[in-house]
């Protein structure tokens, strides 16, 4: 173990809203965060890793209205199933906090009571559009095209009574802290532009923080028809969690503050606004890190809901292809900041070529030759020469590049690098051809190196890749007999650690291939049938010759400008790289993207078109988005497409 003291490390998950059973979006977030625990435990940290669920509201309470029961108990049975997927998936978390739970109820009581005797807390009116499923007031200019911002329903009118934080007295810190360049508190950088330019620079609004409306909520203990409303109940989890103002716990001390809060981009806005401004209110220090990710989205361009039934089985995955396999899906496909469409077909296709190929192989290859060769245990006499040099000096080279992508969540990242490694011992092997070597008895000492260099880069990758494949990377350790000491997290980065006579053992495939075809076509038979609806979809086209198709000139453009053209609701003005140069390009999406939120993306685009003009811009080309609820979403790739990419 290197020299770090039991220094403590403090992670969190959101605290996920039990309205319906938890799916593969809220495992992404959760299998990060689980993630970076395992790895921290393993460089040696004193680990918090806390999770939860944010039970009140008024949507949970018509929901148990609905099924006829109360709203506790109808929580009870999902956090169950919360509780029973995140034993399934192995999440490690420390502790488990329910917004019901009694220490949680005194603690958010006492903030309330403090921040209105020191006067961040007044009573007022609330007047306001409301969208009920989000649990949101929005102000008339937040809206999209009248409707809420976030998830594209209606919104009604309301006001009530109501007490408000004051928010908008925090303005200026909280934009110093989100410049703060040495702080880097927000991540990625495009989230920090999106909270200045939408939320602070257009002027920050008070915050309404009770509600009379609905009672399903902790009771304002100085004005008992008011109950907290969501943010202040919420987001006071991390610390609640750990003690503060409550006798139950007494880590606060210990943690606070969170190294890491960890959640998808919708909630971006409450972490590193409201809750810095809760926590300055009450003179308490501020989170070291907020990471905001992006969604996994399923076909239609919309975030994973329950409510849009497109939702993948956890469990029947993990069933099916082991845990491990649904981790490292998630963990190396979804590029940190982007969001990516939910596909089995890519999960099958990765497994296939990093995990069955690429790892499976090189494990399975370099025991059976050590098996071979030598009945499993290496000779101590060896010959080392510089045809190891390459292979073990990108081995030296991984666990800083490793451990700074996964501590910043970018874990894609990670395991590329890794993976980069891996395929440079399946070269190694190539380059060695153990199979001749093991025809010249004189070569035996180089043959015994050339396997013992392949078992040390096993050991050393494997080490790296537990975190994210925690059930796999023991059985690994058996195969190619490391003892339960030279697999800490410092020891890959330290060669030759398996005794000179290690001896391997012959185990089970790790990772059996996919027939991609037939598995797809299983899942499908698996998934639940949806209802016939009437189809509002375009009746098909007559049938084209392929060469129309191959006239069109379709590439991914990366989005270097974007505002709104004057006078029209409908367009909005792109200046773009199309991988050649620049070119203006204008498209109709105006009611359904604000400029900044298309700013930085990769596109898919027809660029042959001949110009047009459009309310006094020349638009070269075409953008082409998605029909999607009553709007159009853009197609979009992961920012590693290089602009100007062909599109077939
Ligand atoms: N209760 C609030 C959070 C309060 S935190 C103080 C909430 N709950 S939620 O159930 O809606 O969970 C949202 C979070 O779940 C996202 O921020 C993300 O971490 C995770 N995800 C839910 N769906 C997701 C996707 N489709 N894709 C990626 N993450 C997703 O908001």
């Not at 700074?404 to 190694?428: H, M, P």
Request: aromatic share 12%; glycine share 6%.
């Amino acid at each position: 173990m290197a020299d770090i003291e039991k220094k403590p490390f403090y992670i969190t998950t959101p605290i996920y809203y039990p309205s319906g059973n938890p799916h593969i979006g809220h495992c992404y977030t959760t299998i990060a965060c689980d993630c970076v625990a395992r790895m921290k435990r393993m460089q040696g940290y004193d680990v918090m890793f806390l999770t939860g669920t944010d039970e009140h509201g008024q949507k949970i309470e018509k929901k148990a209205q609905e099924e006829g029961t109360t709203p506790k108990a109808y929580v009870d049975a999902i956090v169950e199933n919360f509780k029973k997927l995140w034993a399934r998936l192995g999440i490690s978390y420390d502790r488990y906090v329910r917004t019901t739970d009694d220490y949680h109820i005194k603690t958010v009581q006492n903030i309330f009571e403090k921040l209105y005797k020191d006067g961040w807390i007044y009573k007022s009116e609330y007047k306001g559009k409301y969208c009920t499923p989000c649990e949101s007031f929005w102000t008339e200019s937040q809206l999209v095209d009248g409707k809420c911002p976030d998830c594209g329903r209606d919104v009604t009118d309301a006001s009530e009574e109501a007490y408000f934080f004051k928010l908008s007295h925090f303005a200026p810190k909280l934009k110093e802290l989100l410049l703060d360049e040495e702080k880097n508190f927000l991540n990625p950088k495009s989230r920090v532009n999106e909270m200045i330019h939408n939320f602070i620079d257009p002027g920050l609004q008070d915050l309404c923080v009770s509600r009379t409306s609905f009672t399903w909520g902790i009771p304002v203990t100085f004005d008992e028809k008011h109950i907290v409303y969501v943010w202040i109940d919420a987001l006071t989890n991390y610390i609640s969690a750990m003690g503060f103002m409550n006798d139950t716990y007494n880590d606060y001390e210990k943690y606070w503050p969170a190294d890491m809060h960890v959640m998808a981009k919708e909630i971006v806005r409450f972490h590193s606004l409201i809750w810095p401004s809760i926590l300055m209110a009450l003179g308490e220090p501020l989170p070291k890190k907020v990471y905001g990710h992006g969604w996994i989205t399923f076909g239609d361009g919309g975030k994973m809901s329950k409510s849009k039934g497109n939702v993948i089985d956890p469990f029947v995955l993990c069933d099916r292809y082991g845990v491990d396999a649904l981790r490292f899906h998630l963990l190396r496909e979804m590029v940190f900041g982007s969001d990516m469409p939910y596909s089995n077909e890519m999960m099958f296709n990765r497994y296939n070529a990093d995990l069955a190929n690429d790892l499976g192989n090189l494990v399975s290859r370099t025991v059976a030759m050590a098996i071979k060769y030598f009945d499993g245990t290496l000779p101590a006499d060896k010959e080392f020469t510089d045809a190891d040099t390459d292979l073990v000096s990108q081995l030296d080279a991984l666990q800083p590049v490793v451990s700074e992508a996964f501590e910043t969540c970018r874990f894609s990242d990670g395991l590329e690098a890794i993976f980069r490694v891996v395929a440079r011992a399946n070269k190694y092997i190539d380059e060695n051809e153990p199979w001749k070597l093991a025809k010249d008895e004189s070569a035996k000492p180089r043959l015994a190196a050339v396997l013992y260099n392949l078992l040390d880069a096993v050991r050393r990758v494997t080490i790296l890749l537990t975190p994210v494949m925690p059930h796999t990377a023991p059985q690994i350790f058996e195969q190619i007999g490391a003892a339960e000491e030279n697999t800490g997290w410092y020891d890959s980065e330290k060669k030759y650690l398996l005794p000179a006579d290690v001896t391997v053992k012959k185990g089970p495939v790790l990772f059996p291939r996919i027939d991609v075809e037939k598995e797809l076509e299983e899942l499908a038979a698996l998934a639940p049938k949806k209802e016939e609806a009437p189809s509002d979809l375009e009746p098909l086209k007559e049938l084209t010759k392929y060469d129309n198709f191959a006239a069109l000139d379709l590439r991914a453009v990366k989005v270097l400008e974007c505002e709104n053209v004057p006078k029209s609701d409908k367009l909005l003005k792109f200046k773009v790289d199309d991988g050649f140069g620049e070119r203006q390009v204008l498209s109709g999406i105006a009611k359904y993207y604000k400029p900044e939120e298309l700013i930085g993306k990769t596109l898919a685009m027809i660029v042959n078109l001949e110009p047009r003009k459009m309310m006094g811009f020349e638009s070269n080309g075409m953008i082409l988005s998605v029909k999607f609820g009553d709007g159009y979403r853009v197609i979009e790739f992961p920012d590693s497409v290089k602009p100007g990419s062909d599109i077939s």
